[in-house]
């Protein structure tokens, strides 16, 4: 009997892992053996035009020495988080309140404010390109005469401004899932205590969605530390390098410089998947801590 029991439990085994083979597959080639790549090519010499060779640390000593890192991509990038991610985060809120409430038509202003994020990211850029030309809609609405994506000033706020539009849509959805699951009792209770909607939100609505902040946040920080087709599309990291980012200086590295930068970009690469790791971790001790010291 334990024998055709555990032969059972095998033979379960063996057919869950065949259903998941074809997405294990795509993981290991494309996720953990290119990652491993990647980090062999950090310590090497390598251009695409002959074989890597071995340079030890010297890929991430030139990243480290490299102005338009130090000076440009690493400062936008980290400008780029600390606007768009407490931004992005606080009208997602915002709209999943608003739509956790009983409205007409909610249905629809919920596929209105998501629609967005389901259209591609290159489609959407080309709509803020021709929105924001100098003979643009936004020109010809505000009166301005303004050349927004090739002005130094204000080139990488306007990609800002498109991310938090077509990213708070997702979040609101995650957002609204987190308010829907928060029992309905509970609020009850809080108004038979006599808690104004004020109290309610920030002493039971936000402690109880906790997980989903840091969820939503972690999200968001790893998505702005990797932006890349916006740039890319909006304005190639210019004008004056003042969009590029460190993953727009990773693809320039590594494909439009005919030098031995390929190396170089890997380093790059492994630096910011540190630089990620790090963060993520550091605020969600700071989400634990809060939450610890506001139930205490």
Do not use: H
Not at 137 to 158: C, E, G, H, K, M
Not at 165 to 171: A, E, I, N, V, Y
Not at 239 to 265: C, E, H, N
């Amino acid at each position: 009997m334990n024998i055709s029991i555990k032969n059972k439990k095998i033979s379960e085994a063996i057919t869950g892992y065949l259903f998941i083979s074809p997405w294990l597959i795509i993981f290991t080639i494309f996720s953990i053996v290119s990652l491993a790549y990647a980090v062999y090519l950090s310590f090497t010499s390598y251009n695409l035009l002959k074989p890597p060779q071995w340079w030890g640390l010297e890929g991430y000593l030139r990243v480290f020495d490299d102005e338009l890192f130090l000076k440009k991509a690493l400062p936008n990038t980290f400008k780029y988080v600390l606007i768009v991610v407490p931004l992005q985060t606080i009208l997602s809120l915002v709209l999943a309140f608003a739509m956790d409430q009983k409205l007409r038509f909610q249905r629809v202003f919920r596929t209105l404010f998501y629609l967005p994020s389901v259209t591609s990211s290159v489609v959407i850029s080309l709509i803020f390109i021709w929105i924001f030309a100098p003979q643009g809609i936004f020109n010809q609405i505000t009166r301005l005469s303004v050349n927004w994506l090739d002005d130094p000033r204000t080139a990488f706020y306007v990609i800002m401004g498109m991310n938090i539009f077509t990213t708070s849509g997702t979040l609101m959805l995650i957002f609204l899932a987190g308010l829907q699951d928060i029992s309905a009792s509970i609020y009850e209770a809080s108004q038979i205590d006599g808690a104004n909607p004020v109290q309610t939100f920030f002493y039971i609505t936000i402690p109880m969605i906790r997980p989903v902040i840091f969820f939503v946040v972690t999200v968001g920080i790893i998505g702005c530390f990797q932006v890349f087709d916006q740039i890319f599309v909006m304005t190639a990291g210019g004008p004056l390098d003042s969009t590029t980012t460190v993953t727009y200086l990773i693809y320039k590295w590594a494909f439009r410089d005919t030098t031995i930068k390929m190396g170089q970009a890997s380093a790059l690469a492994v630096v910011l998947t540190f630089i990620i790791l790090a963060i993520t971790i550091l605020q969600r001790r700071v989400i634990e801590g809060s939450g610890s010291s506001a139930e205490s």
